[in-house]
């Protein structure tokens, strides 16, 4: 089932948080209570206490045919310049540029943004002589102004976690560190003139 953040059905064509539900669904997570309680809830209108469902952390939309296509993750959902948006989109979009050989988007919050600045790291494919005004310019064309990454850290290979996906933190930690660098290095501002 596709539920809004209300734990409300969506209309088709609507994306929503994808929850399962049926007899095969696990009591809980080995010795993890309280994750357990964050994502196996009781369902909205259910039968009783052994009525729950799931929430998997996708998102989903249920078209007009029955079928549910998969949307993204909800937690690398974020919102910014006061648009929703999936991180996951502006990967597709990067990926499907022929300069990369990877990339990964994050977000790392920032007042100046709204909350939320978009960051990419990204590993040039042969040649490597793509940089980040290019691929920004590439990804204008497919993508609209406010997805656009702001920041920027070009990579020989993308730190990897020990299950070898990307680390994301870890880039979010480098991001964090490149802004704090910038910051630092950055002169101080002239005090404005006052008048009486």
Known sequence: MILDGEMRAVADGEIGDLYIRGVGLSPGYWNDPEKTREVFLPRPGGA?????????????????????????RSDSQIKSRGYRIELGEIETALHALPALRECAVVAIQS????????????????????????????????????????????CDTLPRNANGKVDRPELRRRFLQAEAQAGARAPPRAAAPVRS
């Open 111 to 154: 007042a100046g943004f709204e909350g939320w600045m978009i960051c990419c790291a990204y590993v040039p494919g042969r040649g490597g002589g793509i940089h980040p005004p290019e691929l920004r310019q590439s990804l204008a064309g497919v993508l609209p102004g406010y997805m656009l990454p702001a920041r920027w850290i070009r």
């Open 48 to 72: 009783g206490p052994h009525d729950r469902i799931y929430r998997t952390g996708d998102l989903a939309r249920r078209a007009a045919d029955g079928l549910f296509y998969f949307a993204g």
